[in-house]
């Protein structure tokens, strides 16, 4: 069974950043796309960034210019770096990895922005 592993979330002030991390238990590669979804309190869960097998990047309008999504095969690794973060962005980030209709799950972590 696939596991992922979340780290990097905080409490941090408006404008400031952070960088999430999510380690997969294989190969990056064996999975069509990774990445990040949140879910804020009362709200249901959307799709933040994702980068595909190929390296192509996608990302949701209000995070564009803002947040980065890399990855470290080497590592099995794929990382949100999340600059000029607003109070808007406080949720839980999630991590996936998918794999055809396949979908695994990290256990979350919390991002807070303090006004």
């Known amino acids: 069974q696939v596991q992922l592993v979340e780290s990097g979330g905080g409490l941090v002030q408006a404008g400031g950043s952070l960088q999430l991390s999510c380690t997969v238990s294989?190969?990056?590669?064996?999975?069509?796309?990774m990445g990040w979804y949140r879910q804020a309190p009362g709200k249901q869960r959307d799709l933040v960034a994702s980068i595909n097998v190929g390296g192509r990047t996608h990302y949701t309008d209000s995070v564009k210019d803002r947040f980065t999504i890399f990855r470290d095969h080497g590592a099995n690794t794929v990382y949100l770096q999340m600059n000029s973060l607003k109070p808007e962005d406080t949720a839980v980030y999630y991590c996936?990895?998918?794999?055809?209709?396949?979908?695994?799950w990290g256990q979350g972590t919390q991002v807070t922005v303090s006004s």
């Open positions: 996936y990895a998918n794999r055809l209709s396949y979908f695994a």
């Open positions: 294989e190969n990056i590669f064996n999975f069509n796309a």
